[in-house]
């Protein structure tokens, strides 16, 4: 697709999400609604109606995490999830020593920060964008407007980030 091999745009403006090393970038919600069906192609986007879809990039941001940056830190409020389009995102865990352990790396079309967004609880581990990285974020506060506008296309989108939440901790189970 060729938006997902151009060059990560410079173009950003201001938007908060509460991490200010993020940079909002600028995409209409045609743009968005295209990076969402390229970037996952396991979301059942085949139950989705053409305007559903468009509810829901017009729901989302897109933001730019530089190589290095902090994407968010454990212990932190979990204000909203993102679907990696482009890029790396490392996620590292506190050890007993006070340094960092990589617990994951997260790429192109899976989740990250879906725990804390979805039981509302700080965030489990820090992550950090090991390359520059595009990312499609949904707000806790995005996610309730559609909730109470569409609660069918919540319904259809939920159990992609379940399924990985469960097998995420599965995993993390089977280690310690």
Known sequence: ???????LPL????LEIGNRELQHVERSVQERATLLSATHPSLRFQDVTPQELETLAGSIAV?????????FQEATPGRWMALVVVGEVDVLKLDRSGGHRLVTTIGPGEFLGELGFLDGHRQSATAVASTDTLLLVLTRAAFDRLLEETP????KLLPDPIRLLVLRLRGIDAIG
Do not use: H, I
């Open 63 to 71: 933001f730019l995490a530089r190589q290095g940056s902090l994407v």
């Open 152 to 155: 069918a296309l919540v319904v």
């Open 1 to 7: 697709m060729k938006d997902l091999e151009a060059p």
């Open 11 to 14: 173009m950003t403006t201001g």
